[in-house]
């Protein structure tokens, strides 16, 4: 009686087309975001030490995006391959596609439950309706991604 040995996972992945054409750019975000991440935040505030990994992460969702949905220089298959891969933020593109958040810097923005009295980011009011003219989102660092400005 053979024992049921449990199945050995490999590392190789089938990529699919296309893939060459967006690997070079895609690795080079995740080097940033590696060398982002290994800085020293001395000095800095602890939500500032954040900023430049929300940034490089905006970046990455920004690129997967503007290749499918503006360009359409990739496929279907190769969108979502790079989603499910990790290279891109699937809720923030899902956010970017609805009226009003084309401009999205980050989901954390939105959310009600993070910010005072309920309501949106700072950085998320139109430049010309703000009191203060130079704004920095405390989240993300953002300084105005409301789809008005």
């Known amino acids: 009686m053979v024992a049921n040995m449990p199945k050995v996972k490999t590392n190789r992945i089938k990529y699919p087309d296309g893939w060459e054409l ?5 690795r ?6 590696r060398e982002a991440e290994n800085d020293p935040h ?3 505030r602890k939500c500032e030490a954040l900023w430049p990994i929300f940034k490089i992460a905006h970046q990455k969702s920004q690129y997967i995006f503007d290749l499918y949905y503006k360009r359409n ?13 990790g290279y891109g933020d699937h809720n ?3 956010k970017w596609k609805k009226s009003g958040y084309e401009r999205l810097c980050c989901l954390q923005c939105i959310q009600p439950r993070d910010h005072n009295f309920g309501t949106t980011c700072v950085c998320r009011v139109p430049k010309q309706l703000r009191e203060a003219k ?3 989102c405390v989240h993300c660092g953002c300084r105005g991604c409301a789809s008005g400005d």
């Open 22 to 26: 967006i690997e070079p750019t895609l």
């Open 28 to 33: 080079e975000l995740n080097a940033k975001m």
């Open 42 to 44: 001395d000095g800095k």
């Open 73 to 85: 220089e990739i496929s279907k298959e190769l969108y979502e391959f790079c989603l499910d891969q």
């Open 92 to 94: 923030l593109i899902a």
């Open 134 to 136: 130079d704004v920095e």
